[in-house]
């Protein structure tokens, strides 16, 4: 399968935790992107990389939320003392820079008790 | 304020109707927008997209128009199927040099009987 992976798929932690979630996005796509999507709700923007480079974070991307792409293939999000509100579908997609579509993966869901 | 609206009641419709959905928006210049198709627990996956100086966009059984005098795009589901029950989300993108940077809707759910 040459689709998106985001590893976990499911994360349970205690508040206070940090965790750390995996993308590996299709392999000759250069953009990669993080959102957020709550029960009911659409995906929220939250950042997004070409290449190695990070261009854009969302002002819901707080201190405690930090994204890397070292080598420009795979992505990491972490999130340090997590909290109850930070409860949500963590979602992953790439595309190409000149590409008008966005290939989403399943998602980590997180819940933090 | 910005927002984006969509219909937050499920849409039940028989199978072989046309659904139609909505999607509003205030106080948004989108440059283009798009439609997508999300499975319980599952990523969105992308259906259409349509540009601000287009007017309408066909894929197969699927018809999205953009009206950006009434800030409202509609998407047809024609000759609808059980396996078209999903919620489909509209999504703004914001800047036409920054492909990407969407904003989403909050979807909306359409049930297909048999």
């Known amino acids: 399968d040459t689709g998106v992976s985001q590893d976990p798929r499911h994360k349970i932690t205690k508040r206070g935790q940090n965790v750390t979630f995996r993308c590996d996005p299709i392999?000759?796509?250069?953009?990669l992107y993080w959102y957020r999507q709550t029960l009911g709700q659409g995906p929220e923007f939250l950042t997004y990389f070409q290449n190695e480079a990070q261009l854009e974070k969302s002002r819901l991307l707080s201190d405690r939320f930090s994204a890397e792409r070292p080598k420009g293939s795979f992505s990491t999000l972490e999130i340090q003392r997590t909290e109850q509100g930070d409860s949500a579908m963590y979602l992953c997609?790439?595309?190409?820079?000149?590409?008008?579509?966005?290939?989403f993966g399943p998602g980590t869901r997180l819940l933090v008790l | 304020s910005q927002k984006i609206e969509q219909n937050s009641e499920a849409l039940n419709i028989q199978e072989g109707k046309t659904a139609t959905l909505t999607c509003n928006y205030t106080?948004?210049?989108?440059?283009?927008l798009q439609w997508y198709r999300q499975d319980p627990g599952r990523g969105p996956v992308f259906l259409l997209l349509i540009r601000e100086n287009e007017k309408e966009k066909r894929k197969e059984r699927l018809k999205v128009t953009f009206d950006t005098t009434l800030k409202q795009s509609l998407f047809h589901i024609t000759a609808s199927q059980p396996a078209d029950s999903a919620t489909y989300l509209c999504?703004?993108?914001?800047?036409?040099?920054?492909?990407?940077?969407?904003?989403f809707g909050a979807g909306t759910q359409v049930v297909v009987t048999p």
């Open positions: 392999s000759e796509h250069n953009r």
């Open positions: 106080n948004y210049s989108p440059a283009y």
């Open positions: 997609a790439s595309s190409l820079a000149s590409g008008e579509t966005q290939y």
């Open positions: 999504a703004l993108g914001l800047e036409s040099d920054s492909w990407g940077k969407f904003q």
